[in-house]
Every structure is written in C-alpha cells, then in structure tokens.
C-alpha cells in the first residue's frame, strides 16, 4: 500500500488544505491527515477541534483518514509506514522554510521523502493566520474555509 501523511497545525484547516489533499489522494493508497498537537504556536482550536475539523472536511475524500500525533512529524509518518510527508507550496517565500524541514526530515529519517504540491489557483493566496484574521474581523470566508470550519471560526468570534 502506498501511504503519504500530510502533517501540519490546521489551524484553521483551509480550502487550500483540503485541495492539497484532495491532489494527494489520487496518487496514493492513502493519505494519513496528521494533525500536530505539539505546534510551537499558540492555536485558536483545540487539537480535538481540528481534528474533528478536518475529519469533517475530508470526508468526501474516501481514502484518507485523520489522526492527531505529538512529536516529530518524520517519526509520526515512520510510525504509520509513510515513505512520503506531502506539504504544500504557495510561493517562493514558502520553499525555504519549507525546504530546510525537508532536509532535516531527510537527515532524521532517511527513507522518507517530502513530495511539494500547489494548491489551484485560486487558493495560493489562502494562509491560516489570513483566514483567522478575517474572521475575527468577521469577514467573508466563502471559499477560504470548508463549511464547519466557517461555522466553528464564526463561533470562535461571535463572543
């Protein structure tokens, strides 16, 4: 079985998230969605809220399953027989951070590989802290976010 793990915060998980998996899903077995608990960052949602976020969001993908973890993501993907860590690019800015956890993962683990892929257009401009400063300034999320995701950032910012 050819399984790939996508690990990120999800934070909140976006539309440009999903089409990443969504590409992803149609070269792999499966898809292991992990969501990291662990994230060096203050986060908006609990672990338990994104991962039932992005549960909810990928349910119409029906070869990836969702999974919470602690820890290195490499170690994470080891531990479930992920050869590839799939990440995503948006611009130019992003391949440098993006590069240096690969080669680090690389270095830690050396049988796994990060395959880059780009979201659709219409979703490169798309980050996690634009999508939450948008709705705490209750803007129009239509097509940044899955629908729960809109309506669970919109409870976050109703109070």
């Not at 399953?65 to 490499?74: N, P, Y």
């Not at 995503?88 to 830690?108: P, Q």
Request: proline share 3%; net charge positive; aromatic share 8%.
């Amino acid at each position: 079985m050819r399984r790939a793990c996508y690990p990120g915060t999800f934070d909140p998980l976006s539309s440009g998230h999903v089409n990443i998996v969504e590409k992803a899903a149609l070269h792999f077995d499966e898809i292991v969605l992990a969501v990291a608990g662990v994230t060096g960052k203050s986060t908006l949602f609990t672990l338990e809220e994104r991962t039932e976020l992005c549960q909810k969001a990928c349910a119409h993908i029906p070869n990836v399953i969702v999974k919470s973890f602690d820890g290195l993501a490499v170690e994470f993907a080891k531990s479930h027989d992920c050869k590839i860590i799939i990440r995503g690019l948006r611009a130019v800015s992003d391949f440098e951070y993006e590069l240096s956890i690969a080669l680090t993962n690389k270095k830690l683990e050396k049988c796994i590989e990060t395959l880059f892929l780009i979201p659709s257009y219409r979703y490169l401009y798309l980050s996690s802290t634009i999508i939450r400063q948008v709705a705490q300034a209750r803007g129009n999320l239509a097509d940044m976010v899955p629908d729960d995701v809109r309506l669970a950032l919109e409870n976050k910012f109703k109070k």
